[in-house]
């Protein structure tokens, strides 16, 4: 009777939604599951930001906005952006979407012509190819091992690139592998850009979550010429544990900024109301509980990572930021009897009750990706339970 469009037969479903979904039943058949799998933060939205949505709903203003955000909204980032990267834009130059994600879809949907290219490093957030796919572009994918610190090097970027060329993509500090790149790193890849005239596009929705000596940079920072060529995409989901309510943010190139506004008013007309009101208190307001977030994600990190890494044939690399771990597993699953990583996660949903996520859906099938955002209680059980499973299982 109908025939679904071409450019949704190919798209590979979210890993890390399917994952979730298939541990919430197993939780609701009564399992005794830990979900280790959920990218969102496991604390409540601050208490100022929830009174400054309820304050706006019961003033009215629950009524349409700009496309492209509340004037209001638009000032609070760029004042954030001013503050924490001493970056400067005009309301024009930003962007406010129903979540980063949206605002990355909006992007590469008025970026990209048919078979233009997108280079994305692996490991990859999911929906970087994806997204690059719906807007009929071509996903160009270069390999950062774990011997780079799962970071790609600006020679392998000079390689990639091609005269169809638009764009990188940079996410730091990274989903899936919690890297951070370095300024000296991130200056090689501004000028290989540069030299090639390609757009970056900086995902920086990890950047409050920083641990150690780490530091976040952006590449917008590096000079005139990259902050012209990036598109900082961000939002308050990571940050203040806002990621149902749905908004991100886009900062860059005015004629890219006001395309994008015009596609959202035909897709979503605005992002919603009451979640911008609360976005802006996010921005506005005290910042206390984001640090407080921080240090607790770096306290989970630092006392789970040593117990993670003594599972035999887990090989990890100890994070930088965001709240991700990503162990190379290709060992544990080989002595423990499977033919992949992915039947390994299988086994461990159903027999140990821990749910990750295969790192087939990030581009590293070898690798699996655990997230700390949950209670130190239930991460040292998962653990504990990991390492059973690998030890009973376990065939020299």
Known sequence: MFKLAH????LTPSTTLAITAKANELKAQGVDLIGLGAGEPDFNTPENILQAAYKSMIEGKTKYTPA????????????????DQELTYAPKEIMVGV?????????????????DEVIIPIPYWVSYP???KLAEGVPVYIEATAGQNYKISAQQLREAITDRTKAVMINTPSNPTGMIYSKEELQELAEVCRENDILIVSDEIYEKLIYGEAEHVSIATLSEDAKNRTIVVNGVS?????????IGYAAGNAELIGAMTSLASHSTSNPTTTSQYAAIE?????????????????????????KLAAIPGFNVIHPQGAFYLLPDVSEAAEKTGFSSVDEFVEALLTEANVAVIPGSGFGAPSTIRLSYATSLEALNEAVERIGKFVSARWQD
Do not use: C
């Not at 492209?68 to 503050?83: N, S």
């Not at 509980?289 to 040593?306: D, N």
């Open 238 to 246: 990571k940050s203040h544990s806002m990621t149902g309510w749905r």
């Open 99 to 115: 979540g980063a994600k949206h605002v990355l879809y909006t992007l590469f949907q008025v970026l990209l012509d048919k078979g």
């Open 282 to 306: 996010a921005y506005n307001g005290p910042q206390d509980a984001v640090e407080e977030m921080r240090k607790a994600f770096e306290g989970r990190l630092e006392t789970i990572f040593p």
């Open 68 to 83: 492209g955000g509340l004037p209001a909204l638009k000032e609070a980032i760029i004042q954030k952006l001013q503050r």
């Open 7 to 10: 450019r949704v037969q190919t």
């Open 130 to 132: 994806e997204q690059v």
